[in-house]
């Protein structure tokens, strides 16, 4: 009996290495994480986080978005667009059939949407969506993901990937080959322009004051890039910040030209102890989702100088108010946090 348990177990197992792989990566040498110490000693000031409650059923506003009456927005898993007006409970004002990540508001008061799946969007003041762009040389976008808008209205966002969907993003970090995009969009012409690629998902997005260049989150590098706009420099790229500890995801530029990044998580330990080694990720990207390594959720979101310093961190080290951070938009009152699965939005105040 014995025996034949244990025949049975090889030949699982030796189905299972030999069943192909949904991914074909390659080697990847992670960097060495800043240590949590100096500006990065862990806090639990994120705690003190007061907490707004998404309506029943609702869960996930990844980016929040403030209008001029002072009106909170933001987008959920099941595709809604939900306002909360000062003294007013949540109202749901659409759904974009998609998943509605990155939001802000242009000079004209349209909400413009990052959306995962069906592209990048506008909501006018009445709540009715349009497509802006959704194709690029005649292919669908990969993962719309972040938006910022410049001066001159010109619509700056991210391709996370463009060559997995946001339901396998697992599959996106075990393979290392940099996919995502920077583009342009110009409302005017309505033109689309390929600024940038090969980023390691290509997350949040900030235009500088000055707008001459754009700040890029590359997630699963652990990175902050910067995309040159004018200058001897322009359309080049190079990295402002590495290293750092956990997956940047959303960033914002604050009133005093300084930016706060959204930190999702600390880094995943065992993609870390195995990027290098293809065969070992390629077998990992075979097992159910289910038996994925979950983080342990933690709170984190960084104040960095246009120089790329880390200027100070705010931590809830257990998630106790609020953790899986993926934006901060810095408002006249306080921070204002989104996340990508949690039941609640928060407001850090100053």
């Known amino acids: 009996m014995l025996k034949k348990l244990l025949l049975i177990t090889g030949l699982a197992l030796a189905g299972a290495v030999l069943w192909p792989s949904p991914i074909d990566s390659v080697a990847v040498n992670a960097s060495r994480p800043l240590a949590f110490a100096g500006v990065l000693a862990t806090n639990d000031m994120l705690q003190s986080t007061q907490i707004t409650k998404l309506p029943a059923g609702k869960a996930g506003g990844e980016d929040i978005a403030k209008d001029k009456l002072g009106c909170l927005y933001t987008g959920t898993l099941d595709g809604s667009i939900l306002r909360k007006c000062p003294y007013s409970d949540w109202e749901t004002l659409t759904n974009t059939g998609g998943r509605p990540l990155g939001l802000h508001f242009d000079s004209e008061q349209n909400l413009i949407i990052a959306d995962a799946e069906k592209g990048l969007l506008s909501m006018s003041p009445t709540a009715k969506i349009s497509v802006l762009a959704d194709r690029y040389n005649n292919e669908k ?4 993901d972040d938006v910022d808008i410049g001066a001159d209205g010109t619509i700056y966002f991210s391709d996370a990937s463009n060559r997995y969907a946001l339901k396998d993003i697992v599959l996106d970090i075990l393979d290392g080959r940099p996919s995502g995009r920077l583009f342009a969009f110009n409302p005017q012409n309505k033109s689309l322009t390929l600024l940038a690629d090969g980023f390691a998902f290509a997350n949040g997005v900030a235009v500088s004051a000055d707008q001459s260049y754009v700040l890029i989150n590359e997630t699963f590098t652990y990175q902050i890039s910067k995309v040159w706009l004018t200058g001897p420099k322009a359309g080049q790229k190079e990295i402002l ?9 959303g960033i914002a530029r604050a009133a005093d030209g300084t ?3 959204a930190m999702y998580g600390l880094r995943p330990k065992l993609v870390d102890k195995f990027h290098a080694n293809p065969w070992v990720k390629n077998q990992l990207a075979k097992l159910p989702k289910s038996l994925a390594p979950v983080p342990k959720p933690y709170g984190l979101i960084l104040q960095i100088s246009a120089q790329g310093e880390i200027l100070q961190s705010l931590h809830d080290q257990a998630a106790v108010a609020i953790g899986e951070v993926t934006s901060v938009q810095p408002e006249d009152d306080g921070l204002y946090l989104g996340t990508l699965h949690m039941d609640r939005i928060g407001k850090w105040a100053f």
């Open 241 to 249: 910040l590495d290293k750092l500890p956990g997956l940047p995801d």
């Open 259 to 261: 930016y706060w990044v």
């Open 141 to 144: 976008l990969g993962v719309v």
